[in-house]
């Protein structure tokens, strides 16, 4: 029995594995970012943040305001081997902790208490801000 719920989990971790690489092409895809800094507000285990790293010359930096997520979030990315091109940190408060106009890709799963215009306010030139609201982006 344990055996058979091991390899249950392994299926089911390899099935979201692919179906967030799915999910970073399509998100890649939609906003026609081609490389520079992309930052994954309400990251959760990071899985996406990693395979948006994979998916082409990116820099990721996750966020999540939950701390148990963020440490979750780093060891599974340290697992992956891919800490560093992808880091994750704790975001606390109403600002990002970013310069004006630095990030390219704004991924909002979860936007807590940050106002819009401060998601804004990061954003490079041509930068895009995907943004989801309910289940659709």
């Not at 606390?92 to 990030?103: I, W």
């Amino acid at each position: 029995m344990k055996s058979l719920t091991l390899v249950t989990l392994l299926v089911f971790s390899t099935l979201s594995a692919a179906e967030q690489t799915n999910s970073a092409k399509q998100i890649l895809d939609a906003t026609g970012v081609r490389g520079g800094l992309i930052v994954h507000l309400g990251c959760g285990d990071a899985t996406l943040a990693a395979a948006l790293q994979q998916s082409g010359p990116y820099l990721v930096h996750g966020l999540d305001a939950d701390p148990g997520k963020v440490a979750q979030a780093r060891a599974h990315l340290q697992k992956l081997g891919v800490y560093g091109p992808v880091s994750i940190a704790q975001c606390q408060g109403k600002a990002l902790p970013y310069a004006d106009n630095l990030v390219n890709l704004l991924i909002v799963e979860e936007r807590g208490d940050i106002p819009m215009e401060e998601c804004l306010r990061v954003l490079a030139p041509n930068g895009v801000a995907y943004i989801k609201t309910g289940k659709d982006w």
